[in-house]
T-cell receptor, first 111, second 111 residues
């Protein structure tokens, strides 16, 4: 079983709509959680860290559910520029500082 | 202007050749990483270094080598022993908050 699993999508979203997707992780001892955004043929860029209490950054909201071992990302009022692959990232329990990356969820925002 | 630079952006290698990918950072981060990404796949860890003169194998180290003689630099050599080296190679550093930051990547193609 992979340490981090994501629905690959694509999630096709009309402009202005809301989209949400989850990521599950296998190791209950994981401590750090992040969402990264990756555009086609570019490097991943940090979108936001995910805190235990949940956090919001503009139109983006991240939640952590430790009991069920998943994190979520919600995008409100989707823009065309939100089209990208969103990577879920979790720290590895066997080595501090070694992160495990999900394969990504593709989001396509359409006019 | 702080950041991570990788060179070259594109690299073509003949079978049987060794090639070295450069990664330089001026973020003053101790930890540095090398990942490989194949089309439609997640990032896989090749090697990482948490401090100068020390490095550890990641999940797919076979056919690769690294050195960490300076804090700013973490070059990756792709040796002829790597059977399928065509991929997108990403270098990253890690902040004290466990966030990773990526360079722009090098696309390696074997001819």
């Amino acid at each position: 079983r992979k340490e981090v699993e994501q629905d690959p999508g694509p999630f096709n979203v009309p402009e202005g709509a809301t989209v949400a997707f989850n990521c599950t992780y296998s190791n209950s001892a994981s401590q750090s959680f992040f969402w990264y955004r990756q555009d086609c043929r570019k490097e991943p860029k940090l979108l936001m860290s995910v805190y235990s209490s949940g956090n919001e950054d503009g139109r983006f909201t991240a939640q952590l559910n430790r009991a069920s071992q998943y994190i979520s990302l919600l995008i409100r009022d989707s823009k065309l520029s939100d089209s990208a692959t969103y990577l879920c990232v979790v720290n590895s329990a066997d080595s501090w500082g070694k992160l495990q990356f999900g394969a990504g969820t593709q989001v396509v925002v359409t006019p | 202007d702080g950041g991570i630079t990788q060179s070259p952006k594109y690299l073509f290698r003949k079978e049987g050749q060794n090639v070295t990918l450069s990664c330089e950072q001026n973020l003053n981060h101790d930890a540095m990483y090398w990942y490989r990404q194949d089309p439609g796949q997640g990032l896989r860890l090749i090697y990482y270094s948490q401090i100068v003169n020390d490095f550890q194998k990641g999940d797919i180290a076979e056919g690769y080598s690294v050195s960490r003689e300076k804090k700013e630099s973490f070059p990756l050599t792709v040796t002829s022993a790597q059977k399928n080296p065509t991929a997108f190679y990403l270098c990253a550093t890690r902040s004290s908050y466990n966030e990773q930051f990526f360079g722009p990547g090098t696309r390696l193609t074997v001819l």
